[in-house]
């Protein structure tokens, strides 16, 4: 007989500290062939064991594919690597691919894998669904949205108990927007300038990365303010961020201020003052950006920044949908760490580990305001996504996801910032919280250009050579984003940062 408590006790996250083997030119994997390098500095690592075993893959080959995505898939798709992984396997925070290299995945596929690939809590619970039933409309009652909905709206605090499911961010976010004109009345809504909150027709309109915009009408009443970043932007200091990674600015603040996050929302409140009407819909941000680049809001700015918005009539909202779910260790929700309690929660990615899933909470006043209309979505909540969500918020509390991801990216952060000590002319910032995590790369360290394309990519390309992915982001491509699967152990965090400093030193030792 299948036992939750039993599955889940073979995966306790792991704190062990790895004791790197240095050799020269190839770094061994405990499964699949030794993988060649071609950088001339490499002191080659042990990568951690894994005692799952994947089959040798039997699928379509690696050449059709590249033929398939070049004829067949959308021709604006692009594809991480010079030399693209063919991933095909998962098993909590390892990938293979198909020749059966492993790799550690510190990216989660966008930040999506939360508690890790094919979780054998969640997978069984998806398969007994889809044994029971795939899908009947919502109109009927079926058990596992109620089952799910009750589970969700215990996790948020106050008044934040409706829940509307959908299927992705952009939906959650392109409903959240209208959620919030419509209780209001009122239209204007501003963002953050480096947001990004989805690429639909709707959310292009807070969308602000001119690369993910089309030159195309894409809606009016959007305004964006000054992002509040204490690395590249004009304030901060060294003490803004509720975390062990600051900048290296100095701060003169008293204990419990940030003059700094005063400074955005006098931003904020000029863009109020002379770009909008006089009442405003709402207001959205993420407390930590992440396609953005991990850019981790000062301490105090939501605080200010509601206060402003709320005094004109409008909405707050936070984006969780990568800071969610007790990524930030700290806090289940980002918007805690900020001490605020939003009026409309989004949420995606994390929230079915994978599987298509989104949701929308609110109020029961904000709710019944958009109950003016009819509003149904033939997806949201069906019984497959509905069980696979329920199962994810079990499986962190079973597996200590969030406590984790406090512990083990603590010191994800805190061996970075000795990366950073050791580089000081390239890595321009280590910032984040939990397992949330933005290093950027700079020129040098008085200007803080961001390093081009051209030098960022060898690096990120040589870290994906030794068997680690890492994401990349904010404007000028020059941030590895790393948010791991929270399952990750102190291990392998040691594998995936000298992989970091041995890239570095490549790069130090090529210029």
Request: net charge neutral; with cysteine; glycine share 10%.
């Amino acid at each position: 007989m299948f036992s939750k408590r039993a599955v889940l006790s073979q995966f306790q996250p792991r704190t062990t500290s790895l004791g790197l083997q240095y050799v020269r030119r190839s770094f061994k994997s405990s499964s699949g062939p030794l993988l060649q390098k071609t950088a001339r500095l490499d002191p080659g690592l042990e990568m951690p064991p894994c005692d799952y075993k994947p089959e040798p893959y039997q699928g379509i080959s690696f050449e059709h594919a590249k033929e398939v995505r070049k004829n067949n898939l959308n021709p604006a798709l692009f594809s991480y690597y010079k030399n693209p992984v063919f991933i095909c396997k998962g098993h909590m925070q390892w990938l293979w691919d198909s020749d059966g290299r492993r790799y550690l995945d510190l990216f989660a596929g966008i930040v999506t894998v939360s508690v890790g690939h094919c979780h054998p809590y969640v997978t069984e619970a998806a398969k007994k669904q889809l044994s029971n039933l795939w899908h009947t409309t919502n109109i009927y009652y079926h058990p596992t949205i109620h089952e799910y909905a009750e589970l969700m709206a215990s996790k948020l605090p106050g008044k934040l108990k409706v829940c509307y499911f959908v299927n992705s961010g952009s939906e959650a976010n392109d409903m959240a927007i209208l959620m919030a004109r419509a209780h209001t009345g009122n239209f204007d809504f501003l963002s953050l300038r480096n947001a990004y909150h989805g690429a639909s027709p709707g959310t292009l309109g807070i969308l602000a990365h001119n690369t993910w915009k089309l030159n195309v009408p894409l809606g009016f009443g959007f305004y964006q303010t000054m992002n509040p970043d204490v690395y590249q932007g004009p304030w901060g200091g060294a003490n803004c961020r509720d975390s062990v990674a600051q900048t290296d600015r100095t701060c003169n603040c008293a204990a419990g201020q940030c003059m700094a996050s005063k400074m955005y929302v006098d931003q904020l409140k000029d863009v109020l003052v002379h770009s909008t009407s006089k009442k405003v819909a709402g207001f959205i941000a993420e407390p930590i950006q992440g396609v953005g680049g991990s850019v981790h809001l000062p301490k105090g700015f939501l605080k200010g920044a509601y206060e402003l918005i709320r005094e004109r009539g409008g909405v707050c909202i936070s984006d969780e949908v990568q800071t969610g779910f007790g990524r930030l260790g700290s806090h289940y929700w980002g918007f805690e760490t900020q001490e605020v309690v939003p009026d409309i929660v989004t949420m995606a990615k994390g929230i079915g580990n994978g599987f298509p899933l989104a949701a929308v909470v609110t109020t029961p006043e904000i709710a019944q305001s958009f109950a003016q209309a009819i509003h149904f979505n033939t997806y949201g909540g069906n019984p497959i996504a509905s069980a696979v969500g329920k199962a994810v918020l079990e499986t962190i509390d079973a597996d200590g996801t969030q406590k984790n991801s406090e512990v083990v990216g603590t010191y994800f952060l805190q061996e970075l910032l000795k990366v950073k000590k050791e580089f000081p002319d390239i890595v321009g910032d280590v910032r984040g919280k939990g397992l949330m995590i933005g290093v950027e790369f700079v020129t040098d360290k008085e200007s803080k250009t961001p390093l081009p394309p051209e030098k960022f990519v060898p690096i990120w390309e040589d870290i994906k050579d030794m068997g680690v992915l890492m994401g990349k982001g904010g404007l000028y491509g020059n941030t590895l984003r790393i948010k791991p699967p929270m399952c990750i152990t102190k291990e392998d965090v040691d594998f995936g940062v000298a992989a970091l400093r041995t890239a570095l030193q490549n790069y130090i030792d090529g210029n």
